[in-house]
């Protein structure tokens, strides 16, 4: 069965960085791209980028370019994220996804169980 | 860019049926998929493509998609229905999805 296995939470000041993993187990790794998706406290999901596991290609979200780094390590099939400059509005809950289907329609069949971020001087 | 429009709050009584609907430009064109997340919990894929479900997911989830306006209906609703629940497309052109504002179910 797959499974998406992230890391723990974390507490950062602001300017610091942070490096969330996802370890996925279950499938084989290269074959399905993973997306990183947070959630505010009481609010919605924001995409934040995703990376093709398989040539490590990525594409990020506008909002976060020159500030994040999606990388896999297939060895291992960990997925991370690096987030860097953290602001207050940071604060949240970072999920990784499993990307599924036709490369015009993705959705996500599979989600990590989330890893909280708060970012507080 | 693609916009989705959901209303915030939905509430039905228990047995009885609730639709969740998901507004987007001519978003019949486009493949709608649906998330429920109860709190405290990371979302649950629970139809893709418009109309299908997922292993595991009671029949009495359903979807549809026309015109400008895609809807999750959940029959014979019941109190561990109660989530909020998000839309989701592919935007092929930028390669990236968006989401809808998401709904909170509540079961009266």
């Known amino acids: 069965q797959v499974h998406l296995v992230q890391s723990g939470a974390e507490v950062k000041k602001p300017g610091a960085s942070v490096k969330v993993s996802c370890k996925a187990s279950?499938?084989?790794?290269?074959?399905?791209?993973i997306s990183w998706v947070r959630q505010a406290p009481g609010q919605g999901l924001e995409w934040m980028g995703w990376?093709?596991?398989?040539?490590?290609?990525?594409n990020y979200a506008q909002k976060f370019q020159g500030r994040v780094t999606m990388t896999t390590e297939t060895s291992t099939s960990i997925a991370y994220l690096d987030l860097r400059s953290l602001r207050s509005d940071d604060t949240a809950v970072y999920y990784c996804a499993r990307h599924q289907g036709d490369f015009s329609a993705y959705y996500f069949d599979y989600w990590g169980q989330g890893t909280l971020v708060t970012v507080s001087s | 860019s693609y916009v989705l429009t959901q209303p915030p709050s939905v509430s039905v009584a228990p047995g009885q049926t609730a639709r969740i609907t998901c507004e987007g430009n001519?978003?019949?064109?486009?493949?709608v998929h649906w998330y429920q997340q109860k709190p405290g919990q990371a979302p649950l894929l629970v139809v893709y493509d418009d109309t299908d479900r997922p292993s595991g997911i009671p029949e009495r989830f359903s979807g549809s998609n026309s015109g400008n306006t895609a809807t999750l209906t959940i029959s014979r609703v019941a109190a561990g229905d109660e989530a909020d629940y998000f839309c989701q497309v592919w935007e092929s052109s930028a390669d990236h999805p968006v989401f809808g504002g998401g709904t909170k179910l509540t079961v009266l």
């Open positions: 990376i093709n596991a398989h040539n490590g290609n990525t």
């Open positions: 001519n978003i019949g064109s486009k493949s």
């Open positions: 279950g499938y084989t790794f290269i074959s399905y791209g």
